[in-house]
C-alpha cells in the first residue's frame, strides 16, 4: 500500500473539504431559518397553513436527497434556469435542512409541558409571544443537541453533491483515485477526514446533552 | 406525464430492486446491529471496544463514502463485490451501526425494576434476556426500527452512482433517453413520496398489533 | 446443641435467615453497617426507619440482588452469593414484592404467573396454570387471568405480583414497601392479602410504613437508621415505648400523624 499519494494530493483533498465544510454551514444556517419559520408557521397559523406545510415537509422528507439535488439541477436547466453545481447543491441541501430542522424545532415546541403554554395564555400574553418568548426558550434543551446531530449528517451529506459534479471532497477524492488507480488508501483517507470533521461534534452532542440534563432547565414532564 | 405512463414496467423495475436491496440490507442490519448492541455487553473488553469503534466509525462517515470503500476499494484487497452486492453490503454494514444504537437504547429504556423481578424469580440470564428483555425492547424500539427501514429505502438511491438499477438509475437512464427532464423527475419524487408514506403506514399498523394490551 | 447444626444442614427449629455482621458500601457510602438479625421460620417481622437507613437494601441482600461488602447472609442452610452455592436455588426460596410491582407489561397475567414455575422449577404448562389459577383465587383475582398488567389497578397489579412470588413456593417472602405506591383506597386490598398470608403461616420480612398492618401482624418490628440495626421489639412496645433515642426520633415523626399510636400513649 502507497500511502505517499495521499501527502502528493494534501491540497486537493484539503480544497475539497473546504467546500464540504462550506457547503455543509451555509446549509445549515440557512435551513435553520426556514425551519423556524416553517414550524413556526405550523405551531401558530391555521390549519391552511398547517396543511401546506406539512405537505411540503413530508414531500422531502419522503423523497431522497440524492433526488431533490438532481431535480434541483436538471430541473432548474430544464426550465431554462441554469445553476451551477454549488448554487444547485446549497439550494438542495438548505430545502432538505429547512425539512428536516423544522421538525426539529416543532418536536422541540412539543416537548415543553402544555402547563406552559396554558399559564402564558392566561396571563393574557399573545399566543405569538408565548410561544417565542416562553416556550421556544425551553425547548431549546432538547432542540440544541437535536441540531447539532443534524448538523453532522449534512456534513455527511455535502457528499451526495457528488452527482453534480460539485468538487467536495467525496467528488475530489474520487478524482484523485481514478488517477491514482489506489481506491483503497484514498478512500480510506476520505473517510478519516470526515471522520475527523464529525466524531469530535458527536462527542460534543454527548457533551452538552449531559449538561442540559443536569443544569435543570429541562423540565419534569409530569 | 405521457413518458412516464408508457414506462410504468421500467419504474416497477427499479422500485422492486429499490426495495429488494432496503430488505435485504435492513434484514442483514439487523442481523449485525443485534449482534454488535450484545458485543457492547461482553465481559471481554477488546469485543466491546470493537463494537464501539464500528458503530462511531460508521456513524460519522458518509454512505457514499462507504459505498466507495467497498465497491472501489476492496478489489485493491483482492475482495471485488458486483454493484449490487456492494451496494448491499455497505448498506448492511451501514445498517448495523445504526440498528446497534437503536437496540441500545431500547435496552437502556427498560426500568431496571424488570430485571430485578426476573432475578427474583429465579430466572436464568438466557431465559431472562429472551423472555422479558428482547420482547419489551422490540416493543420500545419498533417504530425507530421502522423508520430506519425508510431511511435504507431512500439511501439506496446512492445505487444510482455505481450503476445499479434501483429506481433512481432507471428513472435517469430513462430521461437522458428521452430528455423528459421535469416530468420523469417529479414521478421519481413522487414515486418515492407514496411508497414511503404507504410503508409509514403499514408499518405502524404492524407496530399496533405488537402493542395490543401493553400500552 | 443440635446434632444437624454440625452437619450444616438445617433443622426445622434454626433460623431460616441469619444475617451475619452484613455491611455493605456504595462506594464510599456505607449503606449496612454491621447488621445482626436472625429470622425464625414462620416470623414475621417488619422494617422501619427513615429513607436512606438501609431497609431495603437489607432486605435486596437477603435474595442477592445486592452483594454483601462485609459479613454474610445465609437462607435455609445456603449462603447467599457463595461461590458453591447457585442464586438461582436461594431465589427458589425466597419470593419478593416490589414497591413498583415489575409485572411484565408484554405479558398477561397468567403468563407472569407460569413463566419461572415452567421455566425454573420446569413445571408442565397444565400444571403451572393450574397452580397460578388457584393463587390468583387466593388474592381475589381470578377473573383477571387473561388480562394485560396495564388494564390493571396498582392494587391489583400489586396482588398479582403477590401470586407471581407465591407461584414459586417460596419459604420466605420478601415485601419492599408493597403499598407505597398505591393510591390510598387500595393499599386496603393489598395488605388484606398480605394479612391472609401471614396467617397461613408464611416467613415475612416486610419493609412498610404502614404502622397499623405491622401492629396487627408483625412479630417484630426492626428499627433502622444510617445503616444500623437500631432497636428491635414487640411492635406494642415499639410504638408506645421506643427505648434509643434515635427509634424515639424517628417514631415520633412518623407516628405524629397518627394519634393511635403516638409514644407514652397506652396502647389502643
Known amino acids: 500500500m502507497d500511502w505517499s499519494i495521499v501527502g502528493a494530493n494534501a491540497t486537493l483533498l484539503l480544497w475539497g473539504t473546504e467546500t464540504t465544510i462550506a457547503l455543509a454551514v451555509v446549509a445549515f444556517v440557512a435551513g435553520s431559518a426556514v425551519g423556524l419559520l416553517v414550524a413556526l408557521g405550523r405551531v401558530l397559523g391555521g390549519r391552511d397553513a398547517e396543511l401546506i406545510l406539512k405537505a411540503a415537509v413530508d414531500l422531502v422528507r419522503g423523497s431522497p436527497l440524492l433526488v431533490q439535488l438532481l431535480v434541483i439541477y436538471l430541473g432548474a436547466s430544464a426550465v431554462g434556469l441554469p445553476l451551477g453545481p454549488f448554487p444547485a447543491a446549497l439550494l438542495g441541501l438548505s430545502v432538505n435542512a429547512g425539512a428536516y430542522l423544522s421538525e426539529i424545532f416543532r418536536g422541540g415546541i412539543a416537548s415543553v409541558s402544555k402547563g406552559q403554554t396554558e399559564a402564558g395564555l392566561a396571563l ?27 448538523f453532522i449528517g449534512l456534513l455527511k451529506d455535502t457528499s451526495l453533491a457528488y452527482v453534480l459534479g460539485l468538487l467536495e471532497l467525496t467528488r475530489m477524492g474520487k478524482n484523485i483515485m481514478d488517477r491514482t488507480f489506489q481506491p483503497f488508501e484514498i478512500s480510506l483517507v476520505m473517510a478519516g477526514i470526515y471522520f475527523a470533521l464529525c466524531f469530535p461534534l458527536s462527542l460534543l452532542v454527548r457533551v452538552v446533552d449531559a449538561r442540559l440534563r443536569r443544569s435543570g432547565l429541562v423540565q419534569a414532564r409530569l | 406525464m405521457a413518458v412516464v405512463l408508457d414506462n410504468l414496467g421500467v419504474f416497477a423495475g427499479g422500485l422492486a430492486l429499490t426495495l429488494l436491496v432496503a430488505l435485504s440490507a435492513s434484514l442483514g442490519g439487523s442481523v449485525v446491529g443485534l449482534l454488535t448492541a450484545l458485543s457492547r455487553m461482553a465481559p471481554a473488553a477488546p469485543v466491546r471496544w470493537l463494537a464501539v469503534t464500528y458503530v462511531e466509525v460508521i456513524r460519522n462517515t458518509p454512505g457514499l463514502v462507504q459505498l466507495f470503500l467497498v465497491y472501489l476499494g476492496l478489489p485493491n484487497l483482492g475482495i471485488r463485490f ?6 448491499i453490503v455497505a448498506l448492511t454494514v451501514n445498517n448495523g451501526a445504526y440498528v446497534a444504537e437503536i437496540i441500545r437504547g431500547g435496552l437502556q429504556a427498560i426500568p431496571k425494576g424488570q430485571l430485578d423481578a426476573a432475578a427474583a424469580l429465579g430466572l436464568p440470564r438466557r431465559v431472562a434476556l429472551a423472555e422479558v428483555v428482547l420482547p419489551q425492547t422490540l416493543r420500545a424500539i419498533h417504530p425507530a426500527l421502522a423508520n430506519q427501514f425508510i431511511q435504507t429505502v431512500l439511501a439506496s438511491s446512492i445505487g444510482t452512482v455505481v450503476g445499479v438499477e434501483e429506481l433512481t438509475q432507471v428513472a435517469l437512464i430513462l430521461e437522458s433517453r428521452t430528455y423528459q427532464t421535469v416530468e420523469i423527475l417529479v414521478a421519481l419524487t413522487l414515486i418515492y413520496v407514496a411508497v414511503t408514506v404507504l410503508l409509514a403506514a403499514l408499518m405502524r399498523r404492524l407496530g399496533h398489533r405488537l402493542d395490543r394490551g401493553y400500552r | 446443641m443440635n446434632p444437624d447444626a454440625v452437619s450444616g444442614a438445617p433443622a426445622p427449629s434454626d433460623p431460616i435467615v441469619l444475617i451475619q455482621g452484613v455491611t455493605k458500601f456504595f462506594g464510599p457510602l456505607k449503606v449496612l453497617d454491621d447488621v445482626v438479625l436472625s429470622v425464625a421460620r414462620g416470623e414475621r417481622l417488619v422494617l422501619i426507619g427513615p429513607s436512606g437507613s438501609g431497609k431495603s437494601t437489607l432486605l435486596r441482600c437477603v435474595n442477592g440482588l445486592e452483594e454483601v461488602s462485609l459479613g454474610r447472609v445465609v437462607v435455609d442452610g445456603m449462603v447467599v452469593g457463595d461461590p458453591g452455592t447457585p442464586l438461582a436455588k436461594v431465589r427458589a426460596e425466597v419470593g419478593m414484592v416490589f414497591q413498583h410491582f415489575n409485572l411484565f407489561p408484554h405479558k398477561t397475567v397468567l403468563a407472569n404467573l407460569t413463566l419461572a414455575p415452567m421455566r425454573v422449577l420446569g413445571l408442565a404448562r397444565s400444571e403451572a396454570e393450574g397452580l397460578a389459577r388457584e393463587l ?20 391489583q397489579q400489586q396482588r398479582v405480583a403477590i401470586a407471581r412470588a407465591l407461584a414459586m413456593r417460596p419459604k420466605i417472602m420478601l415485601f419492599d414497601e408493597p403499598t407505597s405506591s398505591l393510591d390510598p383506597e387500595l393499599v386496603g386490598e393489598v395488605l ?3 394479612r391472609q398470608l401471614a396467617e397461613d403461616g408464611m416467613t415475612m420480612l416486610v419493609v412498610t410504613h404502614e404502622m397499623a398492618f405491622a401492629e396487627d401482624v408483625a412479630d417484630r418490628v426492626i428499627v433502622m437508621d444510617r445503616g444500623a440495626l437500631v432497636e428491635e421489639g414487640p411492635p406494642q412496645r415499639i410504638f408506645t415505648d421506643p427505648r434509643t433515642p434515635r427509634a424515639r426520633a424517628f417514631l415520633t415523626r412518623l407516628l405524629a400523624r397518627s394519634e393511635r399510636h403516638r409514644p407514652g400513649r397506652e396502647p389502643a
Do not use: C, H, N, T
Open chain 1, 124 to 150: 393574557g400574553l399573545p399566543r405569538a409571544y408565548v410561544v417565542w418568548g416562553l416556550v421556544l426558550p425551553q425547548a431549546l434543551p432538547v432542540i440544541v443537541p437535536a441540531m447539532i446531530g443534524f
Open chain 2, 82 to 87: 458486483s454493484p449490487l452486492g456492494a451496494l
Open chain 3, 136 to 155: 390468583l383465587e387466593r388474592v381475589g383475582l381470578p377473573e383477571k387471568v387473561g388480562e394485560y398488567p396495564a388494564r390493571l389497578s396498582g392494587g
Open chain 3, 192 to 194: 388484606d392479602v398480605m
